[in-house]
């Protein structure tokens, strides 16, 4: 089984008596996303079928508009009352983006589970920054998020039931949207949806713990991974290495009735290596909280493109 990421004696609060609950949830977020995206669900069966045993979530994304309690917060109410802590900001000027991650409570049931029934994986949520949009933007976000009444109230309900809390879009507002940003075009019709999960590689038993090796068997077995600014995203420590798919696309039905295929989610791949001062241990009692922890903005800036036309129209790899 998987270690857990909380150090043990530690005194962060459990999910304790709501815990079944939560991990239900999330497990409802999880089928929404394998449902809509085949090939997160073929990459986690292959690696499922390679491991022979459990298979550990790193941690789960979510994206939001940031504008009148339609951003982070609204996603990050419900992790934080499931005893969620927290953690750094990352900032993208660029991508008129800003993020939050959340560190998971010491869990104590099913920690031995796989996947969701695993260690409670990080969470990561994002927001667009609206006010730095050009008014036409702003307008098209405002309507939706306006007309959603009190939607940023259940954006976990929204997400787990895989609905949008406000009105299908116009074509022509998601074109807009996608001149500009493509992940406020992302969020008009993904809404509160998982952008992705990641598999945690050092937590598997076989060579696919490399997550080199697992690139290379991913991109084997014919899937394609997201090469903006080079396959694998290193930190500058060196301690944390990530990888992620190309978004799967799916059709979605416009109110002016206009059909077209939108970019959905994508699966993404995370090692952390052992911290310095633990780097003599035994493999054998190397813990999640021994490991490099958190995100990493310059590597983030690049897996954010996995949902960008530029790589979903890549051809070959
Ligand atoms: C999030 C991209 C960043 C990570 O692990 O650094 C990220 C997104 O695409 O919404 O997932
Ligand atoms: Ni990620």
Redesign the pocket.
């Known amino acids: 089984s998987c270690s857990s990421t909380s150090q043990h004696g530690s005194q962060r609060s459990s999910v304790q008596a709501g815990e079944a609950f939560f991990r239900g949830v999330l497990e409802s977020m999880q089928s929404v996303y394998l449902n809509r995206n085949p090939t997160a669900k073929a990459i986690l069966d292959l690696v499922h079928s390679v491991e022979n045993s459990s298979l550990c979530y790193?941690?789960l994304?979510?994206?939001t508009f940031g504008v009148n309690g339609y951003g982070i917060d609204s996603m990050a109410s419900f992790f934080l009352d499931y005893g969620y802590t927290q953690k750094e900001e990352?900032r993208f000027p660029a991508k008129k983006?800003r993020?939050l991650w959340f560190s998971p409570p010491a869990d104590s049931l099913a920690s031995s589970g796989s996947g969701i029934n695993g260690p409670l994986p990080r969470i990561?949520i994002?927001e667009l920054l609206v006010d730095q949009m050009s008014p036409q933007t702003q307008e098209i976000i405002r309507k939706y998020t306006e007309s959603s009444g009190d939607g940023n109230k259940y954006a976990a309900l929204a997400s787990s039931l895989g609905l949008l809390t406000w009105e299908k879009p116009l074509y022509s507002e998601f074109q807009q949207l996608a001149s500009e940003s493509e992940?406020a075009a992302?969020t008009l019709v993904n809404g509160y949806a998982l952008?992705?999960v990641?598999i945690s590689t050092h937590r598997l038993k076989t060579h696919l713990k490399d997550i080199k090796r697992l690139n290379q068997f991913i991109e084997d077995s014919g899937f394609r991974l997201n090469s903006e600014g080079g396959v694998l995203?290193v930190s500058p420590d060196g301690l944390l290495q990530?990888s992620?798919t190309v978004a799967d696309s799916i059709s979605f039905q416009f109110s002016d009735g206009i059909t077209e295929s939108v970019p959905c989610s994508?699966i993404?791949f995370?090692e952390r290596l052992v911290l310095p001062p633990y780097k003599n241990l035994p493999d054998t009692e190397v813990k999640e909280f021994h490991r490099r922890d958190g995100?990493?903005?310059a590597?983030?800036?690049?897996?954010?493109?996995?949902?960008s036309k530029e790589q979903l129209s890549r051809v070959g790899s």
Not at 299 to 307: L, P, Q, Y
């Open positions: 790193d941690h994304a979510f994206r990352l983006l993020a990561f994002s992940y992302w952008n992705h990641t995203k990530q992620s994508y993404e995370a995100f990493e903005v590597s983030a800036d690049k897996i954010f493109e996995s949902t």
